[in-house]
């Protein structure tokens, strides 16, 4: 049983330095989502996709973000010229599409990014 | 936007204790709610739901209904376990994504 999977577990960069993380959502799941989580605070959507569309991004989210699902299966999410707020765990989640509307999401462990 | 509050921990208990963690939310609609738990070490996982007023979600001795008439969704136990130790998330659906609370930390003594 294969969940959601993510990497690296851990970066640690230089301010100013480009870092990506990768996400392998379950595979039959049409959506996948990243969020963001500082310690104390709740997860905090950043974007989501269904397949390889993208169909929201956060009005917090920073241009030096960028999130990709080319094939529509695994996806990366791209931080440049890195700054010491950005420090966060970054969480990847999917899920199928609910006939209901939103349903589960299932998430992985998280990479955790520390920019000194 | 549709929000969520949750009570402030850390919430220390004996074992066997009673547990409630209150959850209140603001929602212009009529979302799904849900308690997510994170153990130490681990990834998010869902603990129980509810889609539509007056359902109770139930799981592992954990539930909760859904008080549309006070917009809230309260987490109990009657029996709490040093296992049960975790951070506990509430959250509501909002247009294809989950909007969470910040979470309340929960310490089990033996």
């Known amino acids: 049983d294969t969940g959601v999977s993510q990497d690296p577990r851990h970066k640690i960069t230089k301010r100013g330095q480009n870092v990506t993380f990768r996400c392998d959502p379950i595979?039959?799941?049409?959506?996948l989502y990243w969020y963001r989580q500082t310690l104390g605070q709740g997860p905090e959507f950043l974007t989501y996709f269904q397949n390889e569309a993208q169909l929201e991004k956060s009005r917090l989210l920073s241009d030096r973000f960028s999130a990709e699902r080319p094939k529509g299966s695994f996806s990366t999410l791209e931080i440049q010229r890195t700054e010491q707020g950005d420090s966060a765990m970054y969480l990847c989640?999917?899920?199928?599409?609910?006939?209901?509307?939103?349903?589960?999401?299932?998430f992985g462990e998280g990479s955790r990014l520390t920019v000194l | 936007g549709d929000s969520v509050t949750q009570m402030e921990g850390p919430v220390t208990l004996s074992e066997e204790a009673f547990l409630t963690i209150n959850c209140t939310y603001t929602a212009t609609g009529y979302p799904s709610l849900f308690w997510y738990v994170q153990y130490p070490g681990e990834g998010l996982q869902l603990l129980l739901k509810a889609t539509k007023a007056d359902d109770k979600g139930s799981n592992k001795g954990f539930e909760a209904t859904y008080r549309k008439e006070t917009t809230s969704f309260h987490l109990e136990k009657g029996s709490v376990q040093v296992s049960d130790s975790a951070v506990y998330f509430c959250a509501l659906s909002e247009s294809g994504k989950l909007v969470f609370g910040a979470g309340t930390i929960l310490r089990v003594k033996s």
């Open positions: 989640a999917s899920s199928p599409i609910s006939p209901q509307g939103t349903g589960e999401l299932f």
């Open positions: 595979s039959e799941h049409n959506r």
